[in-house]
């Protein structure tokens, strides 16, 4: 009696999980299939989805198809340029979708259910907050030396067009993250415990500088700077923020009603922060000292 329930019942689950399967589609492509067996616990009476089975073939799917935000941004000659909405799973109906084919016995397609991620930053608000420039600093340095120039250009590029909400934290290293050859960062002079080194980035400090100097000009309040172990001859004495992927980190907080807006760039020896906001904006900028632009050919640090 007991051996022909258990054979009943392993008939009845080879009935349930026969080997119609599940197949995903993206875009007109099949991107995932399964079938009963693959996502369920054996010899149950009842199909019962396996956790430990669907969670990683979700999570796979979810990273096949998400696709990131791209916010809007400001081109070179001041166009707005629109920014991109994103994709992601929708987790709750896809699940819901799946238990349809765990309780069913035919084959079936689903269509990848997705939910939007809108931009942070979309054209209209980019639009306001471009309007009044509330802080700038300018810093020189010595196109001649090839390896830094790059250096400074690609960590520029990193923080132009980055807006900063009220209440937000902003991270230098964050922002620009990791410098690597990857990247397209190259071999320049940096200072390590006073001494001059060579190492990948070198230059970037020059950034972060300019970028405080611009920051502070615009009234922000600095949360995190540190100065190099000595002078750098691109900004006043005391007027510098060192920073290193696993040391130092220059961080500032808005904490202005309005979102901030930095625009930076580098032309002709020359790299040019500026920050704006809009017009409804509360703020008080604060006085800083200008940097030299006489730059010899020898004052090639990364710092």
């Known amino acids: 009696m007991r051996l022909s329930w258990i054979a009943g019942l392993l008939l009845f689950v080879q009935q349930v999980n026969i080997s119609e399967s599940l197949s995903v589609i993206h875009q007109g492509q099949t991107i995932a299939s399964v079938n009963h067996a693959d996502i369920t616990m054996p010899f149950l009476d009842v199909p019962i989805m396996d956790v430990d089975k669907y969670n990683p073939f979700v999570e796979k799917i979810d990273r096949q198809v998400y696709q990131k935000p791209v916010n809007a941004t400001i081109d070179k000659q001041g166009n707005i340029l629109p920014g991109r909405v994103g994709y992601k799973l929708y987790h709750q109906a896809f699940k819901e979708h799946f238990y349809s084919f765990l309780y069913s016995s035919r084959a079936y397609k689903l269509e990848v259910p997705l939910l939007a991620i809108h931009p942070k930053v979309d054209s209209e608000l980019l639009a306001e907050i471009r309007e009044k420039k509330i802080g700038e600093y300018r810093t020189y340095f010595n196109v001649n030396n090839k390896n830094r120039s790059n250096n400074i250009s690609l960590a520029t590029e990193a923080i132009n067009n980055y807006v900063v909400f009220p209440g937000e934290m902003f991270s230098f290293n964050q922002a620009v993250g990791k410098r690597s050859v990857d ?32 920051i502070d000009n615009a ?3 600095t949360i995190q700077r540190y100065s190099h172990t000595r002078s750098v001859p691109y900004v006043p004495s005391g007027r510098d923020a060192t920073v290193s992927w696993y040391g130092p980190d220059f961080s500032f907080k808005n904490t202005y009603n309005q979102p901030i807006l930095i625009r930076a760039t580098t032309q002709g020896g020359m790299v040019s922060i500026m920050v704006y906001s809009s017009n409804m904006i509360n703020y008080k900028t604060r006085k800083v000292p200008n940097a030299s632009n006489q730059i010899s050919k020898e004052q090639i640090y990364r710092s």
């Not at 960062?185 to 100097?213: D, M």
């Open 183 to 214: 990247k397209g960062y190259l071999l320049a002079r940096i200072i390590v415990k006073g001494e001059f080194s060579e190492g990948i980035g070198g230059g970037i400090c020059q950034v972060s500088s300019t970028l405080f100097n611009a």
């Open 219 to 221: 009234g922000l309040q």
